[in-house]
């Protein structure tokens, strides 16, 4: 039997945001995942997927390490496993650049809404004065 759709729209509270990250058409608001249009419900990412927006998201600007797997043609993995590696730069959904306020949040100045990311610890040899 199919899953009965549920159908949403603009400004429509959808979850806690400790319950999902906001993705492709929400936003997040007082702690909430909201609806940005109006459409039918689909929980994207799939097992485990959801976890990465507590690091990264689509945007940002990340400071990584890149780890060579051993094949010349095209096979790197970046690593931020290191606490000067992360989220550089990223933006709120208000589109204002978010300042850090842990090693694993960062907030908007503008909106004050928390997200999660992975925060680098740039060193201060590294930034521009």
């Not at 940005?36 to 507590?54: N, P």
């Not at 051993?70 to 290191?82: C, V, W």
Request: some cysteine; overall charge positive; hydrophobic content about 40%.
């Amino acid at each position: 039997m199919a899953a009965a759709r549920r159908y949403c729209v603009p400004g429509e509270r959808l979850c806690s945001a400790a319950e999902a990250a906001a993705g492709s058409g929400t936003y997040t608001r007082r702690g909430a995942v909201c609806a940005a249009l109006a459409g039918c419900l689909r929980r994207g990412g799939g097992a485990g997927g959801v976890e990465v927006y507590k690091s990264f998201r689509p945007g940002d600007i990340v400071l990584a390490k890149v780890i060579s797997l051993g094949d010349a043609q095209s096979n790197y993995l970046l690593s931020t496993a290191e606490n000067e590696l992360g989220v550089v730069v990223a933006r709120s959904e208000a589109g204002v650049q978010m300042v850090p306020i842990s090693w694993c949040e960062m907030q908007c100045p503008q909106t004050h809404t928390k997200d999660f990311r992975k925060v680098a610890r740039v060193q201060p040899q590294f930034l521009q004065t």
